[in-house]
């Protein structure tokens, strides 16, 4: 990697903000394109205000083959050469860096609004006139034989908002314009704000499928900010946890997608047994998605010799009823027929968006932070990844059949002989002053970051959330075009991205 | 197809038995607060300002619980050191006004049945429509699982539609954020009259874990009259499901009880 800290920040482990370099732009800029150009990904990019009118550019990059983080930085003002038009993973995160910031990245492509709100990290000394939230710039192709199909932000089921342009010939889709912003709730700025206890709350509302995942992002960053130990059983427990969230979503999901080509039988076994995972961590949390579990310094609630027993009954269930509704639904030529080469993404779109969880491993990526930055249990007890190649629906779906089996797998095992030690430790220590970390967690959707700097009293400066779904609505825009609008259900469940996570 | 007729038979019949059985809920499950003024200390304003969520109101009275903001978080029992607040694993906690949430005690006047042409209407056949206006997702989650073959909502004749023009009433989650406040008025009014307007979830009542911020409106706006409210974050389907049948006089009225009566 050619940009450099000199100290190693690692997942989950914070670096003084002093030892993030910052650089003049130009060097800023093709440090950031020159490491992701020979092969590091760009896990996070944002701003924050720097001085009365200046905002300073972080990036964060991951070397994922040697396990490593890097971060650098640069101070600008109103205006910078935007990274994307060489560095296309880097697009969602400039628009997001002009909507927050009020900084313009010249030359971006498709600089549009990204969530259609007023800039919420402004310099103190700088102000911009109040934003049209109605006011957004949609893509237009004219031609006597092509219509346009607007679909949301309301839908025709119990969906997120979203909007989605088609751009169609015929049954055939051109061009799909995803719009998002409407689920948006100011989630990074409360998280700057609130109070410990309550911005929590807020960790574990940026998702409401994706509970654990994001409360261990937050709480890990946390906890390297605090220097916080936490015993082997609260690291096997939240462990189980995401893997529980993990089964609860995959197996709903192939569910939804069986429901979508209308195969009855998938669709209503997996619908179950999805409420069976969910159950478990109601069981051991007192609430359905794990709110209440995850607390800095271990977890809240210890699993009990009797209720891991139960667990473990369940699970073996499961896992038999599993196999035997996949091997029918898999099996099925039927399903098979709608499945295969639907909604492809070509790897070198994958590449160059950075694509991140079973999205990128269905096109042929093993990427994963659970083995390519481990935390936590998974340093001790590895997943197995599993990747495809094709990047279709069949791919995505297999997928989630195979880290469903392995993730039960995992749990059975992990349950059975759970370490000891206390479930929480104390985590009464306040945050070190001008450190950055970054917690990285391999949500059910993906790559979920947390980048979070404290000023010099220990007080969060910035908190910098990243869901999947940020990287991977690109993928379902590139994955319609040559399909027929009839498959976009289907195609965007084979997705499942947030809309919450997106919009924060 | 031999193989998926053999599943079917050996899965056997998986919808609950609700209302007519139990709803029971393991040992953990956080449902309806309740609030123990007798082990109060004089402390609350402590409590009130350690609280994750405005739960717990101060009045002239005492103190009072605000089912309406509670996030069902254990750091809300948590904030209480003398233990006063603590969660139940009743369920039931739906009520038709926004007043009926705030109650001394955690108990609370569940909604009553609707009256009239209302209940003519409605009462054997409910069509909805969902806005999601700024929320996680959670709620509309629990919504989801309602279809599903444990809960199966359908059975009721309660179903989800894809129009408003097809709509009965809306169900509203999600904080009503200022880029969704349109299409909320919007299939508010393309909704034929009569209709419910339904509130699910910490967010659509007062703004939940977001209250605090400028991209929450708070909650379902007062310009929208708001038929049920439902609290929880999110709340288990059987708390939606027993507010809708309630409201649909499905289920009997009544503060508190056992369960709901046998054979209703």
Sequence with gaps: MTVATGRALRNRRSIPWAAVPCRPIAAFRSGVIDAVGAGARLVSLFGLADGDRETRLVAVLADDARGELDATSARVEERYPALTPECPQAHVFEREVAEQCAVTPEGHPWLKPLRRHPPDHLPSGRSVPPVDREDYPFFRIDGDELHEVGVGPVHAGIIEPGHFRFHAHGERVLFLEIVLGYQHRGVERLLETLTPVRAMLVAESIAGDTVIGHAEAWCGALEALGRVHKSPRAQAVRAAALELERLAAHIGDLGAMAGDIAYAPAAATFGRLRGDCLNLLLTLSGNRYGRGLVRPGGVAFDVTAEMAAAMVDVLTRVAAEFARAADDCFSAESVQARYEGVGVVPSDVCRDLGLVGAAARACGFARDVRSDHPWGAFRYAHIPIATAAAGDVAARAVLRRLEVERSLEFLIEQIRALPRGVARADAGGPLAPEELAVALVEGWRGEIAHVVLTDERGAIRRAKIKDPSFHNWSALAAAMPGNTISDFPLCNKSFNLSYAGHDL | ?264
Aim: proline share 9%; hydrophobic share 40%.
């Design chain 2, 1 to 264: 197809m031999l193989k998926m007729l053999r599943d079917r038979w050996l899965g056997g019949t998986r919808t609950l038995r609700f209302p007519n059985g139990p709803a029971e809920f393991p040992e953990r499950f956080r449902g309806r607060p309740t609030l123990d003024r007798s082990r109060c200390g004089d402390d609350c304003r402590d409590c009130a300002a350690r609280m994750p969520s405005t739960m717990l109101r101060l009045g002239p009275h005492g103190p009072a619980l605000d089912l309406g903001a509670a996030l069902f978080s254990p750091d809300e029992a948590a904030a209480c050191p003398h233990g006063a607040i603590a969660y139940t694993r009743d369920h039931r906690m739906a009520t038709g006004s926004r007043g009926g949430l705030v109650t001394p005690t955690g108990e609370v006047e569940l909604a009553r049945a609707l009256e009239g042409r209302a209940r003519r209407l409605f009462g054997r056949s409910l069509k909805l429509r969902s806005v999601v206006a700024g929320s996680c997702g959670g709620c509309e989650a629990e919504l989801v699982a309602l279809g599903n073959v444990v809960f199966d909502l359908a059975r009721f004749g309660i179903q989800f539609v894809a129009s408003p023009r097809h709509a009965d009433g809306i169900i509203v989650t999600g904080t009503v954020n200022p880029n969704m406040r349109l299409a909320l008025e919007k299939t508010y009014e393309a909704v034929p009259d009569p209709r419910l307007v339904i509130a699910v979830g910490a967010c659509a009542i007062g703004g939940g874990p977001f209250a605090d911020s400028p991209e929450s409106a708070g909650g379902v706006p007062d310009g929208i009259p708001v038929d049920l409210w439902v609290p929880g974050c999110p709340p288990h389907p059987l708390t939606v499901l027993d507010g809708l049948l309630r409201l649909l006089g499905r289920i009997e009225t009544g503060t508190r009880g056992p369960r709901a009566r046998a054979g209703e």
